[in-house]
């Protein structure tokens, strides 16, 4: 947040996507402390490029220290970039934080405790909700809506959306805020995992778009599109 405060330096990836003091403050801290509390994990981070050619073991880390750098570099107001720390076990997430400083919002979940967010230093239980009456509401993203995510909404007679950036979109689903999040773009699985353990441990599910599972360890971790489900 000191980062964001101030004049925000950008340098460019290989893949055209921007990159931020902040993206690497954020990662030598987390991975730092990951390594001191349980240094048998293996961690895949968005940063760290080397790791993206490790293979993925029964159990590791996916670690996303800026998730919606656009975002982030908007200044906007909306606030809607995150931090995100997953835990794979047999390429299933089951334990994820996701937090929104700009926001005052963590979420944070495993299969053994469920689901919670904590904001203004409040913590709460947080599940799915019961599908409306006045019908659901999709989470959509900021910055890389599609043709193909408008289609399915349209398919399914979805008329009302909230647009958001980041990993909040599975947030926002698994609190009760919104009921499906359909992804078709192109997103990896360090982006996704925190979040989608979040919504897991909520009550909902994460599957491809023709109900298959969704799951993590893939070839370079790379995700195809999948639609993350509330009560929908």
Known sequence: MKIYANSIKVDFKEDGSPLTLADKEAEHIIL???????????????????????????????VDPLDGTKEFLKKDGLGSFTVNIGLIENGIPTLGVVYAPALNRMFFASVS????????????????????????VAAASISHRDELTNNWLNDH????????????????????????????????????????AVLRCAGGSVTLPNDKPFSYGKSSYRNGP???????
């Open 32 to 62: 730092k402390k990951l390594n001191e509390i349980i240094p048998e994990i293996l961690i895949i981070s968005e940063e760290n490029s080397s790791s993206h050619n490790l293979k993925a073991t029964d159990q590791f880390f996916l």
């Open 113 to 136: 405790t469920g689901a919670f967010e904590e904001s203004n230093n409040l913590i709460k239980p947080i599940t799915i909700r019961t599908l409306p009456h006045s019908g659901a």
């Open 157 to 196: 007679k979805i008329k009302n959306t909230t647009s958001i950036g980041s990993s909040l979109k599975f947030c926002l689903v698994a609190c009760g805020e919104a009921d499906v999040y359909p992804r078709f773009g192109p997103t990896m699985e360090w982006d996704t995992a925190a979040g989608d």
């Open 226 to 232: 999948f639609i993350a489900h509330g009560s929908f």
